[in-house]
C-alpha cells in the first residue's frame, strides 16, 4: 500500500457513510525517458511563442480561450474559468449496484485503491463482503478537480478498488469500421479451439510478464555509460513471410508447433532471454578508438562505472 493517500472521502452507502482514503493504483513511471539536450549538452525548456508577434509568451501572461470558430476566440477570466468547474466534494454517492461483469473494460479509465480511514474498518469490510457475495459492483459519481466522474468500486478479496469509468462520447464504437463478419467452416473453427485449448492457463499472471522493451533500453543505456558502442540488432524476420492461402493447413501447423502462439513458461523464456543476450554480447564487435563517455572518465581506471539502480 503506497505511504500517502491522494485524498480522503466518504462513501455514501444507504443510510451508513464510510471514511476511506484514496491512492494510486498504477506507477507512471515505466517509461525510459530521455531529455532534450542542446548541443553543448545542457539541458533546454519549452516556451511559447506568439503566432502574431513571434514574441515568447510568459506563462503568467497566457489566457484562456475557447476557439468557436476558425481563429476566433472568446476568452475566459480566471473566475469564469473557475465558475464553470463543478465544486470539489468528498462524498462518492452511490447510485446503483450492478453486475461486475456487465460493464465493458474498454471503459475502465484510471483505477484507484481505497482503503478504510479512522473509524471506517467495519463498514468498509461489510461493503466489500456484500459486493463479494452479490456478485455486483458499486456504481457511484465523484466530483474531482472540477469534473463529475462515474466510478464503479469494484471488490476483491484483499480489498476495494476505485475503478474510474469514461463517459459513453469518450469510446469510439467498433461498429464505425464496418468489420466484414466472414463465416467459417466446423473444421475450422474446431481446428481454433483445439489450438486455443494447448495454450489455455487459469489465470493471468502479471508477473510472468516484464516490459522486455524498458529492460533492453536500460542495458544499451548502461553499455553506454561504460563506454561501450550500442549496435542495432538485426530485425527477425518471421517464419511465414508470404500470404495464407490455404487457412485448414495453416491451422494444422499452428496445432503441430504447440498451440502456434501460446507464451512460453517463465523459465523457459528467461532461459531463452539469457541465451539471446550472451549471444549479443559474444557478436558485439570491439570499441572503436575513441575517448569514452563523460561518465567513464570520471570512474577510477580499476573499476567499472557504478550505474545507479533504476526501478
Known amino acids: ?11 455514501s452507502f444507504g443510510l451508513v457513510s464510510i471514511p476511506v482514503k484514496l491512492y494510486s493504483a498504477t506507477e507512471s513511471a515505466s517509461d525510459v ?18 503566432e502574431t508577434s513571434g514574441e515568447v509568451v510568459e506563462r503568467s501572461a497566457m489566457k484562456k480561450g475557447y476557439e468557436f470558430e476558425k481563429d476566433r476566440f472568446v476568452v475566459f477570466a480566471p473566475d469564469e474559468l473557475k465558475a464553470l468547474e463543478d465544486s470539489a466534494s468528498h462524498v462518492v454517492e452511490i447510485v446503483a449496484f450492478i453486475p461486475e461483469k ?5 471503459y475502465y479509465d484510471k483505477a484507484y485503491f481505497i482503503a478504510p480511514d479512522k473509524r471506517g474498518g467495519k463498514p468498509y469490510s461489510l461493503l466489500q463482503q456484500a459486493l463479494i457475495e452479490s456478485e455486483r459492483g458499486a456504481l457511484a459519481k465523484w466530483a474531482s478537480k472540477g469534473k463529475t466522474h462515474i466510478v464503479l468500486i469494484r471488490p476483491t478479496p484483499d480489498g476495494l478498488i ?14 464505425d469500421l464496418h468489420i466484414e ?10 481446428l481454433a479451439l483445439q489450438i486455443i485449448e494447448q495454450g489455455t ?13 524498458k529492460k533492453r533500453i536500460l542495458a544499451a543505456i548502461d553499455r553506454k555509460i561504460e563506454g561501450k558502442e550500442i549496435v542495432s540488432n538485426e530485425p527477425v524476420e518471421s517464419e511465414s513471410t508470404g500470404q495464407v492461402i490455404d487457412l485448414m493447413e495453416a491451422l494444422r501447423a499452428s496445432l503441430s508447433k504447440g498451440g502456434g502462439g501460446a507464451r512460453q513458461k517463465p523459465t523457459a523464456r528467461k532461459a531463452k532471454e539469457e541465451a539471446t543476450e550472451a549471444a549479443e554480447v559474444a557478436e558485439m564487435p570491439a570499441p572503436r ?7 567513464a572518465e570520471k570512474a577510477p581506471a580499476a573499476a567499472p562505472a557504478k550505474v545507479r539502480a533504476r526501478k
Open 33 to 50: 525517458r530521455f531529455n532534450l539536450l542542446a548541443p553543448d549538452g545542457s539541458r533546454v525548456r519549452q516556451q511559447y511563442i506568439s
Open 289 to 295: 578508438t575513441r575517448k569514452p563517455a563523460q561518465r
Open 181 to 190: 463478419h466472414v463465416p467459417v467452416s466446423a473444421a475450422e473453427l474446431k
Open 102 to 106: 456487465s460493464v465493458d473494460p474498454i
Open 162 to 175: 476505485f475503478q474510474q469509468l469514461l463517459f459513453a462520447d469518450e469510446v469510439r464504437s467498433l461498429a
Open 201 to 213: 492457463e487459469e489465470s493471468y499472471d502479471p508477473a510472468a510478464y516484464e516490459n522486455e522493451e
Open 1 to 11: 500500500m503506497p505511504a500517502r493517500s491522494i485524498a480522503s472521502l466518504s462513501l
